[in-house]
Each structure stands twice: as structure tokens, then as C-alpha cells.
């Protein structure tokens, strides 16, 4: 059974810095892509950041430079730094197995992160 659990959401003032996590269990963790997804009210769930299992990185233009993706394989765990956070970056953050398009693999999604910046 696949369990994707995400924490380290928090409530940040504009400017400031938050560290996600996720946890992950039920499948071959390392040889899976893994990505980073937020929706905010009202708006679709887009993706914010994917790391391939090679080390290969892509970013959303609205993130590129203030976010950085990482993972450790021994931990299961995929790890999203947020730096200089803004207004917009409020959102539930989830993660995902990530496809070669950076679409989610999985049709179910953990409770996500709330992730909220305040202005």
C-alpha cells in the first residue's frame, strides 16, 4: 500500500524560509522520480519541483531559484527547501512518484502540507 506523508508546513512571513518533507512507503522509492505538487484555493494542482532518480531536476518557472528539491534514498524521503517565499507560494504542498512528463503517478495523494505566507 503506497503512503506518502508530508510535513513541515507552517505559517511564514514574505521573505522567509520553510523545509518540507515526505515520506514514503509502499514502493521501490530510489528508482522512482519524485516530485512536488501545491494547490492553492480555487486553483488546480500544479507541479512545483521534480528530481529524477539520476539527480536531474525541474523546477516551475514561479519557483525556479528560491526552491531546491533533494532526496534521500536510505530515508525514503523527498525533501522540497523553500527560500524567499512570497504570497503566491501559499498552498497545500503534496508529493508524488513523478512520470516523465512530471505529471503524479499515483492517483491517491497524502493530507499534503498547508504552506501559508503572509505579506
Known amino acids: 500500500q503506497v503512503q506518502l506523508v508530508e510535513s513541515g508546513g507552517g505559517l511564514v512571513q514574505a521573505g522567509g524560509s520553510l523545509g518540507l518533507s515526505c515520506v514514503a512507503s509502499g514502493f521501490i522509492f530510489s528508482i522512482n522520480a519524485m516530485g512536488w505538487y501545491r494547490q492553492a484555493p480555487g486553483k488546480q494542482r500544479e507541479l512545483v519541483a521534480g528530481?529524477?532518480?539520476?539527480?536531474?531536476?525541474h523546477y516551475a518557472d514561479s519557483v525556479k531559484g528560491r526552491f531546491t528539491i533533494s532526496r534521500d534514498n536510505a530515508k525514503n524521503t523527498v525533501y522540497l527547501q523553500m527560500d524567499s517565499l512570497k504570497p503566491e507560494d501559499t498552498a497545500v504542498y503534496y508529493c508524488n512518484v513523478a512520470a516523465s512528463s512530471w505529471g503524479p503517478v499515483f492517483t491517491s495523494w497524502g493530507v499534503g502540507t498547508q504552506v501559508t505566507v503572509s505579506s
Open positions: 528530481l529524477t532518480k539520476g539527480g536531474n531536476t
